[in-house]
Structure formats: C-alpha cells, structure tokens
C-alpha cells in the first residue's frame, strides 16, 4: 500500500497560517481524490477539504480561510491554512486514491500518520 507521508504542521498564534503537505513516500502514477480530515481527541474525525480533478470542496468552517491544492504533477497535496483559530487545533490527516502504476487495477487508497496543528490563542 502506499504510503502518504504529511508535514507542516506545528504552533501557531491564532490568526497565523500553517501550510500542510501530504506526499506518496514512493513514485505513483496519479492521484483522483485526495481529502484533508481532521480530529480532535474524543470526536468523530470530520472532512476539512477534498479536491478532484474538477473541483474543490470545503467544510463550511473553513471555507475562505483554507485552500487545497495539489503541484503540477499532482503527486503532492497541500492544505494552505490562514486566519487560525484556537477552533482548528486538532491533528490533520490526507487521504489519497488513485493509480499506483499504469495498470488501471493496480490502485490504492491510504492514510497518512497524522500531523498536529495546535494554535494558541
């Protein structure tokens, strides 16, 4: 399975930004979905951002604050986070799926470990 490796996240005074990425650990051949998810101990884990080919969907509590996007060969996801609040500390996972090599069956869908955001007030 592949494995999705995130970074970026950290301390912040509320107001500031944090940017997160979430990459494959190794080469892929392209992802079609990727997501954004966060959870905070004791809750349910909740959809923060997901993004397609064609589209880009937010939670209503992060919408204009936060932006997804993936790089030019889109093998890398980010999750651009301005204006935080104490509200948004939780820990940020990605999910990807897509292809893993050329074979069309050949697919994978994974989880990173998990990246803290804590943001003080």
């Known amino acids: 399975q592949v494995q999705l490796v995130e970074s970026g996240g950290g301390l912040v005074q509320a107001g500031g930004s944090l940017r997160l990425s979430c990459a494959a650990s190794e080469m892929i051949n392209r992802i079609d979905f990727a997501g954004w998810y966060r959870q905070v101990p004791g809750s349910r884990r909740e959809m923060v951002a997901t993004?397609?080919?064609?589209?880009?969907v937010y939670a209503h509590f992060v919408e204009g604050r936060f932006a997804i996007s993936r790089d030019n060969g889109e093998k890398t996801v980010y999750l651009q986070m301005n204006n935080l609040t104490p509200e948004d500390t939780a820990v940020y996972f990605c999910?990807?799926?897509?292809?893993?090599?050329?074979?069309?069956?050949?697919?994978?869908?994974?989880w990173g470990q998990g990246t803290q955001v804590t943001v003080s007030s």
């Open positions: 999910n990807a799926r897509g292809l893993r090599t050329n074979d069309f069956q050949d697919r994978f869908d994974s």
């Open positions: 993004i397609t080919p064609g589209e880009a």
